[in-house]
């Protein structure tokens, strides 16, 4: 397929994806009529040698939490089987610390997912499929990209609207998958555990003012 053809990337729902969302929204208490801001864990890279390239650590999730709660309620998605142990006690542990968060992590299939994407005003994900799952269903993201060129990445989007990359300005990124010696020591990419939280707050502030719609 060509650029053209992905930047016009589209998601065909089934004609009764209100009333599936709305079940949704009872099954996970889902408050109707907010508009909620959707943030994803991160990429699955269990099986790659090259660690956790994609992802950001629960530390950093933290951050964003700590800053976008205090203006929006928040749903996170993804999966935990590719972190290590002590972060998935951490994850265990985010609800109490942000009550306002609806933690969907494990527990949405594709389908789910897609809806639950779908009925979000504003996502947040770093470089997987989720991602594309956004712009696919028409919500307006921010892509959070490392040692990838969200430029390369995401740029057949380029001309829509709604759809915004942070990149990291590390001088070794892209790095196209060779990774420094301390990354390796930390196993994380350090170029992703350096992006501005504050950027990524304000970016998130002008999309959740482009439109007054609510999904749920």
């Known amino acids: 397929y060509s650029h053209k053809d992905i930047e016009n990337i589209e998601l065909y729902l089934p004609e009764d994806w209100q009333e599936r969302l709305s079940r949704l929204q009872q099954e996970f208490g889902i408050d109707k009529g907010r508009a909620y801001v959707g943030i994803n864990l991160g990429a699955d890279d269990i099986l790659n040698a090259r660690l956790r390239f994609r992802n950001y650590s629960v530390s950093f999730l933290k951050r964003m939490l700590g800053y976008i709660t205090k203006h929006y309620p928040v749903i996170l998605t993804g999966k935990s089987v590719e972190r290590m142990e002590d972060e998935r006690r951490e994850l265990g542990k985010i609800t109490s610390e942000f009550p306002s968060v609806i933690n969907l992590i494990d527990r949405l299939d594709l389908e789910k997912l897609i809806l639950v994407i779908k009925g979000c005003r504003c996502y947040i994900s ?91």
């Open 126 to 216: 770093s470089d997987t499929g989720a991602l594309h799952i956004a712009r696919g269903v028409g919500t307006p993201f921010v892509g959070l990209f490392g040692q990838k060129s969200g430029k390369v990445e995401v740029g057949p989007y380029k001309s829509a609207k709604g759809l915004l990359v942070i990149q990291s300005d590390f001088k070794c990124s892209p790095c196209d998958w060779r990774i420094d010696d301390a990354c390796l020591k930390n196993m994380r990419a350090r170029c992703m555990e350096v992006l501005s939280v504050e950027t990524i707050i304000k970016e998130v502030k002008k999309l959740m003012q482009m439109s007054t719609e609510s999904k749920w």
